[in-house]
Each structure stands twice: as structure tokens, then as C-alpha cells.
Nanobody
Framework: QVQLVESGGGLVQAGGSLRLSCAAS????????MGWFRQAPGKERELVAT????????YYADSVKGRFTISRDNAKNTVYLQMNSLKPEDTAVYYC???????????????WGQGTQVTVSS
């Protein structure tokens, strides 16, 4: 199986930026489509963004479209989430996940990291 470890979370002011990283090991990274999910206290985990195996296709939730950018570097076995114009409602634990399918269906993401906290102050 693939092992995923997130980093880059922290505290940022509203309007600021953060870049999250997810480092993969184990199975060949390029076999997996990758996604970012988030979960706020008392709320269900939600899909934020996905990227295909090659990086040629991306998907974004409406709530982050135009502000967040997902990317990957298969040579470094790493996926990134660039988060700009952050809002307090973006506060959550962010998780990276892997899928062996090419679509953006959240049910297909079966490999998960441990999560990293993002807190946006107002």
C-alpha cells in the first residue's frame, strides 16, 4: 500500500496563503490519482480537490475554486495544495488521499494520510 504524510499546515490570517504537501512512499506514486479532503469540527469530511495520475486533469469544490490549486510532482512522490485568499471557513484538518481510478468520486479514495491542521484567523 501507499503511505501518505501531510505537512505545511498552521495558523494564517484571513487573506493569507499556505501550501500543503503530501509525501508518498510504498507503491509507485504515479499509479494513483490524488485528492485533498478537509474536515471541520462537527462536520463531515468533504472533497476539496483532485488531480489525475499524470496531472493533466483537476477538480475543485465550488467553495475553493479560484483560490486553491492542486499540483503534483511524480519525480518527488509529492502532491501539493496551494491555498490562497484563505477564509476562516477554510479552517479544518486537511487530508491527502489516493485513488486508483481516474474520476473525482470521493468513494474511490481509499488511501489516507494522517491530516494536518489549518487554522485561518479573522
Amino acid at each position: 500500500q501507499v503511505q501518505l504524510v501531510e505537512s505545511g499546515g498552521g495558523l494564517v490570517q484571513a487573506g493569507g496563503s499556505l501550501r500543503l504537501s503530501c509525501a508518498a512512499s510504498g507503491r509507485t506514486f504515479s499509479w494513483y490519482a490524488m485528492g485533498w479532503f478537509r474536515q471541520a469540527p462537527g462536520k463531515e469530511r468533504e472533497l476539496v480537490a483532485t488531480i489525475s495520475r499524470s496531472g493533466s486533469s483537476t477538480y475543485y469544490a465550488d467553495s475553493v475554486k479560484g483560490r486553491f490549486t492542486i499540483s503534483r510532482d511524480n519525480a518527488k512522490n509529492t502532491v501539493y495544495l496551494q491555498m490562497n485568499s484563505l477564509k476562516p471557513e477554510d479552517t479544518a484538518v486537511y487530508y491527502c488521499a489516493g485513488s486508483q481510478y481516474s474520476d473525482y468520486d470521493p468513494r474511490h479514495y481509499t488511501y489516507w494520510g494522517q491530516g494536518t491542521q489549518v487554522t485561518v484567523s479573522s
